[in-house]
């Protein structure tokens, strides 16, 4: 699959600097960079963005961990001290020639540093700034530490998960940060567009509680609308809160397979020659009152036959299913093949980093690129001089 070029990507000439650290604010500056945009990251002299130390295991890249070079790969760094005169006049300088700020510190602290919403915008009126906090600006949460697990665990998400008889469990996955800076992102590109139609500048603002909160927005409409009754999660082969029999993960003879939907329960026991279940062919509703009855009756036959088997008798009649994959098997999938979703970075022209691409396309080309994540205030020179430049010019 051909790599769209840097010139014909959307926000080509756009300038973004990124004050953001750890992985909710970088992720949103990561999306920006792969549709085109130059994001600058500003980072801690000597220090640096505290992510490039966080380790989700003991692979070392060029001396940074591998979750850094992946949330921070096609940016430029820059070092500044925010309390020395002559770093925050070169910021100055930057911001006001900038497109877009990003920032992610506790509510309070960008303010205290002189670089809140009110002061860039008085420096840069038509400024677009993102800002991403743990559970909002105002309010007793409000200084508690942003961090993923915790925003996870107030949120409600972890009584959705699992089954009825398991302590309440987190998603595997960083998905309070990953939600929370793609929607950051979206706004900004909102707020972008809104600044071409009218010329305004914005400030962008969203929380880790607010994206896990509209991650939820299905589940807890329904939950608003039916008397706020708490939803019971299954007992069996537990999938979702929500849903019945047979929704949900079965072991096979071999190894997993999911269920989804099926036209009906009479159908769906056909197909797999199992009895017992005709009791519940004619109530509409006992999938869902009955769930863990009729899901221990499908499981035991399903535990017969190998995976392969079960799909080749349940696919073919549309039922909704598929094999559960490991990431080796799925790496192995033709699906996975096509869509053409790694690529290999290098970083001082031997050090090779195995990553992902953005997962939007564009006129039928990929958003890749081979820069990869910055040393720590490796562009300052060439970033802050540039800057005083075009200002000392305007």
Same mark, same amino acid.
């Given at each position: ?75 430029e ?38 670089f ?20 909002g ?15 996870q ?8 998960? $699992?089954?009825?008889?398991? /302590?309440?469990? &987190?998603m595997?996955?960083?998905? =309070? @940060?990953? +939600?929370?800076?793609?929607? *950051? ?21 969203t ?47 071999? $190894?997993?397979?999911?269920? /989804?939907?099926? &036209?009906?329960?009479?159908?769906? =026991? @056909?197909? +797999?020659?199992?009895?017992? *279940? ?6 509409p ?48 999938t ?36 081979d820069?990869?994540?910055p ?7 060439a ?12």
């Open positions: 699959m051909k790599v769209l070029p840097q010139s014909e990507r959307p926000l080509d000439g756009l300038v973004v600097v990124d004050f953001s650290q750890f992985l909710s604010g970088p992720l949103c500056g990561l999306k920006l960079a792969d549709l085109g945009a130059r994001v600058i990251k500003v980072e801690r002299p000597g220090v640096g963005d505290l992510c490039r130390n966080l380790y989700l295991s003991d692979t070392d890249i060029d001396g940074d961990n591998s979750l850094f070079h992946a949330i921070n790969r096609n940016k760094s820059i070092t500044a001290d925010l309390r020395d005169p002559k770093d925050r006049a070169a910021l100055t300088a930057l911001i006001r020639g900038a497109d877009v700020m990003i920032q992610n510190f506790r509510p309070g602290v960008i303010e205290r540093q002189g809140g919403y009110e002061t860039v915008r008085e420096i840069n009126p038509r400024i677009i700034y993102g800002s991403i906090s743990g559970y600006e105002e309010g007793p949460w409000k200084d508690l530490p942003g961090q993923d697990l915790l925003a665990a107030r949120s409600g998400l972890l009584w959705l998960t $699992g089954s009825a008889d398991h /302590a309440p469990m &987190p595997g996955l960083a998905v =309070a @940060d990953m +939600l929370a800076g793609n929607a *950051l992102a979206q706004g900004i590109l909102a707020a972008l567009v809104g600044r071409g139609i009218h010329g305004r500048g914005a400030h962008v603002q929380s880790l509680l607010e994206a896990m909160i509209d991650f939820q927005f299905e589940v807890l409409s329904t939950h608003l609308n039916d008397g706020h009754r708490l939803p019971q999660r299954s007992a069996v082969n537990g999938a979702h809160a929500y849903l019945g029999a047979p929704y949900g993960v079965y072991q096979t003879r071999d $190894g997993f397979i999911a269920l /989804a939907m099926t &036209p009906s329960l009479k159908v769906l =026991a @056909d197909l +797999l020659q199992v009895s017992g *279940l005709d009791h519940w062919y004619d109530d509703k006992a999938a869902m009152a009955d769930r863990d009855t009729i899901k221990a009756i499908l499981a035991a036959q399903l535990r017969t036959r190998d995976t392969a088997d079960w799909l080749a008798v349940l696919q073919p009649a549309d039922i909704w299913c598929s094999e559960v994959l490991d990431w080796a098997d799925l790496r192995q033709e699906a996975y093949r096509l869509l053409d979703l790694e690529q290999t970075i290098i970083r001082n022209g031997s050090v090779r980093l195995e990553t992902l691409r953005s997962p939007i396309r564009m006129n039928g080309a990929t958003l890749k690129s820069r990869a994540a040393e720590l205030g490796q562009d300052t020179q970033v802050l001089d540039r800057h005083r430049t075009e200002d000392a010019t305007e």
